[in-house]
């Protein structure tokens, strides 16, 4: 199953479409078609990061196009121009940023999608909806429970003073 994640600022899932719809498409296809949706929703989607199996040359060609900065890894041995290009600062900043993709993804496998009994693309689809869903709750929860002990922390020091 062809997966594709984008996570905001707050570690939040902001789709719950990953995959669906381009189970049939290769790799290239798949990634130049979820890139042209995500900027559809997301006006200010400007950088992203691949896996190294994504890359082809017109896959290349059409991101570079779509994307200010495609962090688009080549497979195999790099020719001296591919070995500039991925040794550039903003490049190597994007490949820093994609195991957060994985742990978004071991995020959804932990809030269910590992164990529910999907049969189906529309069982699929139902229970990445749900797990995006279980997710993004856990994570807002994280977030109020942090900002009340800040607020708790503060309360405490003033008193204390």
Not at 30 to 36: E, R, T
Not at 60 to 68: G, M, N, P
Not at 130 to 138: F, M, R
Request: with cysteine; hydrophobic share 35%.
């Amino acid at each position: 199953m062809k997966q594709a994640g984008y996570e905001d600022g707050s570690d939040l899932v902001l789709s719950d479409r990953l995959g669906l719809g381009y189970m049939d498409c290769s790799d290239g296809n798949y990634a130049v078609s979820v890139m042209s949706q995500t900027q559809k929703r997301f006006a200010d989607f400007v950088a992203c990061s691949f896996d190294q199996g994504i890359h082809s040359m017109p896959n290349q060609a059409q991101l570079v196009k779509q994307l200010e900065q495609c962090a688009l890894p080549r497979k195999g041995r790099l020719s001296a121009a591919a070995a500039e290009h991925e040794s550039q600062n903003w490049f190597k900043a994007e490949r820093k940023q994609h195991p957060a993709i994985e742990s978004a993804i071991n995020r959804l496998e932990h809030c269910g999608l590992d164990c529910f009994l999907d049969h189906g693309k529309e069982g699929f689809a139902r229970a990445l909806s749900l797990s995006v869903l279980l997710g993004n709750l856990k994570r807002l929860g994280t977030l109020l429970r942090d900002k009340q002990r800040k607020t708790l922390a503060r309360r405490q020091c003033l008193c204390a003073a």
